[in-house]
C-alpha cells in the first residue's frame, strides 16, 4: 500500500520527489512530535552532510577506485530504494550520504591532482549556492510556479537524457560521446554554466517541496525524505561545479 | 594556508552557518500567501509538455553536437 505522503506530495525537478499523486489527503490526525518541521529537515540534512564529508575524508585519505565505484553502486541502491520506499528513508539517506562520500572523495582527488586547489573553490560555490538559494526562497525574491517547477523538471530531463545518450555513444564505438559535453570550448563551457544553472534550481523546488511539506505536517520520516532530496541535488550541484571549473582551468 | 583556500573555505563555512541557521525559520508572507504556489497536493503537473520540452532542449545540444561545435 502506497504511504499516505506520497498521495499529497507529488513530483519535482528533483527526481527523488517523482511519485504519482492521487488526492489530497490531510495528516491533521498525527500528533505534533510525529510530524515533518523545518528544524527536523535542516537537522537532518546537516546529520546527511557530515556522514557524507566523513567518508569523503576517507576516500581522500586513501585513495582507491574500489571504494570509489563500490560507494556510486551503493548510492545509487540506497537511491532506489528510498525514492521507493520513503518510509525506510531513515535508514537508506544515511546508506545513500555515506556512500556519496566515498566517491566524492574519490573523485574530488582526481580533479585535484589536476588542478590544485579545485576542491575547495567547489565546495565553496556549492555551499554559496546552497545560501543564496535559500535566502532568495524564504524572502520570496524566487517564487516558483507550476511553470518554474515544469521548466526546471523538464531541463533537469533533457539534460539527463543528453548524459544517457553520451553514456551509451561512448560505450559503443562513438568516440567520446557528445563531444561539447567534455570540451573546455564555448560551447562545453556554456552547457556546464545551464547544468550548473539547472542543479542549482532545483534546491529552490527541493526548498519549496520541504516548507510546504512542514507546512501540511507529513510524517516525520519525511524529513529524511526531505534531507536526502537535498542531498541528491548538492551531491549533482557540486560534480556539475567541478566539471565547470576543470573546463575553465584547462 | 593560501588565499584560495582561505577565500573559498570560508564561504563554504558562513554559507552552511546560513544555511542552518536561516533554513530553520519559515518563508516570508511574500512567498508562503500566493495564489500561484506549486500545488503539491493534485496532480496537475503536465507530463506532455515537459516531455516535449526535455526533448528539444535534447534535440538542441545534439544537433549543435552534430554540427562539429564544441
Known amino acids: ?250 | 594556508m593560501d588565499l584560495n583556500t582561505i577565500f573559498f573555505g570560508g564561504l563554504a563555512v558562513l554559507s552552511l552557518a546560513v544555511f542552518f541557521y536561516f533554513g530553520k525559520f519559515k518563508a516570508s508572507k511574500e512567498q508562503t500567501d500566493r495564489d500561484d504556489r506549486i500545488n503539491w497536493t493534485k496532480g496537475s503537473f503536465n507530463y506532455k509538455s515537459c516531455l516535449t520540452i526535455a526533448l528539444g532542449i535534447f534535440l538542441l545540444f545534439f544537433f549543435l553536437s552534430f554540427l562539429g561545435l564544441d
Not at chain 1, 576516500?59 to 520506499?85: C, D, E, H, R, Y
Open chain 1, 1 to 250: 500500500m502506497r504511504h499516505q505522503a506520497l498521495n499529497t506530495f507529488g513530483r519535482s525537478g528533483n527526481p527523488v520527489f517523482g511519485q504519482k499523486f492521487d488526492g489530497d489527503a490531510q495528516f491533521a490526525d498525527l500528533p505534533a512530535s510525529q510530524k515533518m518541521t523545518l528544524e527536523g529537515t535542516i537537522n537532518k540534512t546537516g546529520i546527511l552532510l557530515l556522514l557524507c564529508f566523513f567518508t569523503a575524508g576517507i576516500s581522500w585519505n586513501i585513495p582507491n577506485p574500489a571504494l570509489m565505484i563500490g560507494g556510486m553502486v551503493i548510492g545509487l541502491i540506497a537511491a532506489m530504494v528510498t525514492i521507493f520506499k520513503p518510509t525506510m528513508a531513515g535508514s537508506t539517506a544515511p546508506i545513500y550520504a555515506l556512500a556519496q562520500g566515498l566517491f566524492l572523495g574519490g573523485i574530488t582527488v582526481i580533479f585535484e591532482a589536476q588542478y590544485p586547489g579545485i576542491a575547495v573553490q567547489a565546495i565553496g560555490l556549492t555551499f554559496g549556492t546552497l545560501a543564496s538559494l535559500l535566502i532568495c526562497y524564504k524572502t520570496g525574491i524566487i517564487k516558483p510556479t507550476e511553470n518554474f517547477k515544469l521548466m526546471i523538471v523538464s531541463a533537469t530531463a533533457g539534460i539527463g537524457l543528453l548524459y544517457f545518450v553520451n553514456i551509451m555513444m561512448s560505450a559503443f564505438g562513438g568516440g567520446e560521446g557528445i563531444g561539447f559535453i567534455h570540451s573546455n570550448g564555448l560551447m562545453g563551457i556554456g552547457f556546464s554554466l545551464v547544468v550548473v544553472a539547472i542543479a542549482a534550481l532545483n534546491l529552490v523546488l527541493d526548498f519549496d517541496f520541504i516548507e510546504q511539506g512542514s507546512e501540511k505536517g507529513l510524517p516525520k520520516h519525511m524529513e529524511w525524505f526531505g534531507a536526502f532530496s537535498l542531498m541528491v541535488t548538492l551531491v549533482w550541484l557540486y560534480l556539475e561545479i567541478l566539471r565547470l571549473l576543470s573546463k575553465l582551468r584547462r
